[in-house]
């Protein structure tokens, strides 16, 4: 199968040099990856530098620099747009770090006709004895729960080319965008827990009200526009696997009560920005304590 793969990057000069070279050394006998195209939206730091000097080295590399911040949304599409025919496309954040064998086995859930779109499972590398490290864990934990039985695809997921042409460019929801328009396509989504994917939660409580206020605003958008609802957004099914991680672990008691304030807080404001019918979330303020793979 050949491969598309295409990051979205804002001021990422941390995370995307090891990321290409994750995908760079990325290698499979059922798999290719022909192109890897950066879309750098308005980066002011040392982004393109690196991305220019990894594409000096490897003809697949290629950077498309844009001059204003239009949303990530909008930087997908011109992924989207500027792809050559490929049988699946891979999409990453640049703040992502898959593991060797990550683009081998999420392309080989692809095996099966019947799936449209895969994810691995994101772990983020923040410390486990900060409350925020704790919330992020739990969070994602709490996702690979969920998605084991409804997958719930992101952080970087990969489709089947011919899908997906173009996404809304107002979506604060980039990934369960393409879920919507693959599950139209009577297709499935399917969830590898297996492959693995470093990420960072934020440290900061203001950050993460702040991103998960534009997450729940992007869901609830969809689900207007689309009918589509991610599985994560079932309050009682969310209920049900925190209930079981507590039983598991009583000590992450106060983070999980942090985590479920700011989600409540979150949901109301999405709410009312949607009630608004607020367009801030399509560009959203970045949370710079996430551009990083380094514990602290």
């Not at 692809?110 to 704790?134: I, K």
């Not at 009918?227 to 079981?244: F, N, P």
């Not at 985590?259 to 807080?265: D, F, K, P, S, W």
Request: net charge positive.
């Amino acid at each position: 199968m050949e491969i598309a793969v295409g990051i979205t990057t804002c001021n990422e000069e941390l995370t995307i040099g090891p990321l290409l070279a994750a995908l760079q050394a990325s290698q499979g006998a059922h798999f290719h990856i022909t192109q890897i195209i950066v879309v750098s939206a308005a980066c002011r730091d040392h982004t393109d530098d690196i991305v220019k000097t990894a594409a000096a080295q490897d003809s697949r590399i290629v950077l498309i620099p844009e001059p204003v911040r239009r949303g990530k949304s909008a930087a997908v599409n011109t992924f989207l747009s500027a792809r050559r025919p490929s049988d699946l496309t891979f999409l990453f954040s640049g703040d992502v770090l898959p593991a060797p064998d990550f683009v081998a086995r999420v392309s080989a859930a692809f095996q099966d006709a019947n799936v449209g779109m895969a994810g691995g499972r994101p772990v983020p590398v923040n410390s486990p004895r900060t409350l925020t490290g704790q919330m992020g864990a739990l969070l994602w934990d709490m996702h690979h729960d969920i998605a084991l039985s409804t997958p719930k695809l992101g952080e970087a997921i990969a489709f089947r080319s011919a899908v997906v042409q173009e996404i809304p460019p107002s979506s604060a929801v980039d990934e369960a965008s393409i879920e919507a328009l693959v599950l139209a396509a009577s297709l499935r989504l399917a969830y590898v827990p297996d492959a693995l994917l470093s990420n960072r939660s934020p440290d900061t409580l203001r950050e993460w009200l702040s991103q998960r206020r534009r997450i729940a605003y992007g869901h609830a958008w969809l689900q207007q526009k689309d009918g589509h609802a991610v599985s994560t957004g079932d309050s009682g099914r969310v209920a049900q696997v925190l209930t079981a991680r507590l039983r598991r672990r009583p000590g992450l008691l106060p983070a999980a009560v942090v985590l479920v304030g700011i989600e409540a807080m979150a949901r109301v404001l999405a709410r009312r920005d949607l009630a608004q019918r607020s367009d801030r979330h399509a560009i959203w303020d970045i949370a710079p304590s996430t551009k990083s793979f380094r514990q602290q």
